[in-house]
């Protein structure tokens, strides 16, 4: 190898080293943010009901019933909050007029 091929290769290696850290550093700096963001997006039957007031036996009576949108890995039941959300919103009736 002459002179300049292990030039060449230090500063590939170096750049590399450089890229790694710096990429490194900017999943640390952004990290933190999306957790927060996505902290409660899936949440539990327990949570749920913390959330909406409905009590866990008429939550899981919905998952039953197969009228509630959730996700289900094994035994574990999830929940997307946005997708709750619209399916409360497709439920909405609007207060009666009184005449």
Request: a positive charge; glycine letters at 6%; proline letters at 4%.
């Amino acid at each position: 190898m002459d002179l300049r091929e292990v030039f060449k290769q230090s500063v590939q290696e170096g750049l590399g080293e450089l890229i790694r850290h710096e990429v490194r550093q900017a999943i640390r700096a952004e990290l933190p943010a999306a957790l927060r963001a996505s902290q409660y997006r899936w949440v539990g039957v327990k949570r749920l009901s913390q959330l909406t007031g409905l009590c866990e036996r008429k939550i899981r009576y919905l998952l039953r019933q197969g009228r509630l949108p959730h996700h289900r890995i094994g035994r574990k039941v999830l929940f997307d909050l946005n997708e709750v959300e619209n399916w409360l919103q497709d439920h909405y009736v609007p207060p009666a007029l009184h005449e």
